[in-house]
């Protein structure tokens, strides 16, 4: 499938997930689905973490991989589910199965990655559950909990918001920064420049994440240099060390909005 970007159109299909999430929390995902269509949601052993599927009897399916957490299930069934709304956006039929695993990078999978998020995680639910603009990481780590999502998709989602600027930001513990991670890309595809060297940065970090956990870093936002108060932790992955920090400063009292690119 080849679409050209359409911006009118990526709107549209935001707009169509974000009418079908009511006020409960968490969103009954399952329920949302089976209004759609689909008529079996079910485990399988597979290397994939799922599909959209098309049964004997011409009905959708939904299947997830088996063992995965409930939270990685959740946000599995809401991608399928913007895998149906982006089909009836385009008038493109789905006449055979999705498949959605770690190589699927075309706009098609980014676009309904962005539907599960704003399924599993509206806007106004984050806002109101995260409180304040001064992140810690036990906020996040509750509010995931509330939602019912994991917390490295609550960090992705941060940046999609409207009413704020959220940042994700890994800087590695042991080895020295490339000068190259001075610009960083949010999830929305936009570029930011990070003021501070990295390696300065990185140094002072290293530093301080023994004495406490807040920082202001510098962020260049549409030519506006902005301070963001960033919490950060200590996160391992096979050995290697990571001090990640998360942060948000809002983004209409700057004069940027960071709006969704063309991901369609």
Known sequence: ???????????????????LVGSSCPVDVEAIARRLGVVEISARTMQVEGYLARRPDN????????????????FTIAHEIGHILIADATGVPLDTAVARGPNRTDVVEKLANRCAAELLMPER???????????????????????NVSVSALARRLP?????CGFELRVPVQQ???D???????????????????????????REM????LHTVLFDLNGVQVPVRMAGRIVRNDGSATYHLIGACRSTAQGTH???PDLY
């Not at 499938?1 to 009418?19: F, G, Q, T, Y």
């Not at 999609?160 to 704020?164: A, K, R, S, V, W």
């Not at 023994?210 to 956990?213: E, F, L, N, V, Y």
């Open 258 to 260: 960071y709006r969704t």
């Open 59 to 74: 009905q959708f399916a939904i299947r997830y991989r088996h063992g995965s957490t409930i939270e990685r299930v959740r």
């Open 176 to 178: 020295p920064v490339n």
């Open 125 to 147: 639910a984050v806002l109101a559950l995260l409180g304040g603009l001064e992140l810690q990481w036990h906020q996040l780590h509750d509010t995931a909990t509330e939602l």
């Open 210 to 213: 023994s004495k406490r956990t």
């Open 160 to 164: 999609e918001l409207t009413t704020i």
């Open 1 to 19: 499938m080849v679409v050209k970007p359409h911006n009118e159109l990526n709107d549209r299909i935001i707009e169509s997930c974000r009418a």
């Open 180 to 206: 190259s991670r001075a610009y960083f890309t949010l999830p929305t595809g936009r570029r930011v420049l990070l003021l501070e060297h990295p390696s300065q940065l990185a140094h002072r970090l290293r």
